[in-house]
């Protein structure tokens, strides 16, 4: 009888983990990002001084740059203040008319603060600087990671959370950061509402950004409209199976190449393309550095990074910014970017060990024997991968689809502690 049915007992439950959801653990996580960088006493406060001071570097470049300082100062609990100098890219002094400051109660510092400062320091184990209260970094180019708190590592407080719900979480960890860095002004937010109502920017849609000149023999090479619109039709196929019925195929164009839309227009017929011709013909390199530019490279990023899917390519700053928004915005696998050049990775990053999920006999000269648990070194992956296999010490080529990232947590300052009741 239902009556005798014994009552649980409420401590048989007590030793197991709270089930959070993606959504739950992403508002955590904001919210923690905006207290660290909102205190109530500035002056008391630990701060981390960024100076961006990146001369050949566009916008996606620069926000990446940004990114990575963010990332050491949430690692060692400390607000951040940012200030950009670029010669070559001067419009980026613009930033803050299209997104929100990284602080309301702790915005700016004197020169002199700066040069008082330590410089942040750590020997990639932990931090070497961290009874200083104000620490400096100086960003002037490339760098090797020497603390644990950069692209390719996340949080060891999000390991276990993360698990059910994301197969790459150092991304969705950066795209977090950058999520934070890029949230909209009102007036871009209004401007981006009223360009998506003018174009009939509808769902499900499909992004497709095609970089050309001065990306091309570069850090690029070229890739056909055919090969993207490879990956669309993929994408749009598996999505009408999914849902039992064709869906309208449209396509967001972003290019800096103006023949791109007229080529597009005339051999996929079947597909619906929007794009903002103005922002391509303000691309082309005798505007790019222009206001008007800056402000158009902003709409096609935020466009792109609303798209259900996006067909790029990581070579491009751009490409991989996009891909971490996606993944850190979304609920859906099926929400995020395909690559066709380079898989995705970031300026700075630890370098991040790969396990062997499937056997490899080598086919020709360079190719390594991969079995399955193998620990692959010092990888760099683009159509195929390049590393030392830990298990004989030999260097080689191997496909990327036999591999997995293993990629680092560390403990990030700021991150503790992020599930305790309150």
Known sequence: MAGTDKLPNNNQFASKPQRNTLAEIKKIVQERIERLQNPSNCKAARKFLCWVKVHGCGLGCQLHHIGICFMMAIGTNRTML??????????LKSLDKAYLPLSKTCTEWLDKEFEKSKGFNGN????????????????KGPFRPYTPFAPNSYPESLKYKLRPF????QIWWFGQVMSFIMRPQPKLYQELEE?????????????VQVRRTDKLHLESEYHPLEEYMLHVDKWFNHYDEINGAQATRRVFLATDDETVLQEAREKFSSYTFLSLTNNTLLAAKAHRKTEESFWGIVQDFALLSQCDHVVCTFSSNIGRLVHELMIARSDSPLRYATSL???HYSWGEITMLRKVIKDHDPEKNGELQL???????????????????????????????KIKALPATAEYAAMTDLFQPS
Do not use: M, W
């Open 341 to 343: 050049d380079a898989e």
């Open 124 to 139: 990639r184990i932990e931090e070497i600087s961290k009874d200083e209260q104000v620490v400096n970094r100086l960003i």
């Open 195 to 207: 360009i998506k109502t003018e174009l009939e920017f509808l769902h499900p849609i499909v992004g």
């Open 82 to 91: 940012l200030k950009i100098e670029s010669k070559n890219y001067p419009t």
């Open 371 to 401: 079995r399955v648990g193998d620990i692959l070194e010092n990888t760099i992956c683009r159509k195929t991968c390049n590393g030392t296999n830990s298990r004989n010490g030999k260097r080689g080529f191997y496909p990327k689809e």
């Open 166 to 169: 994301v197969s790459e979480p």
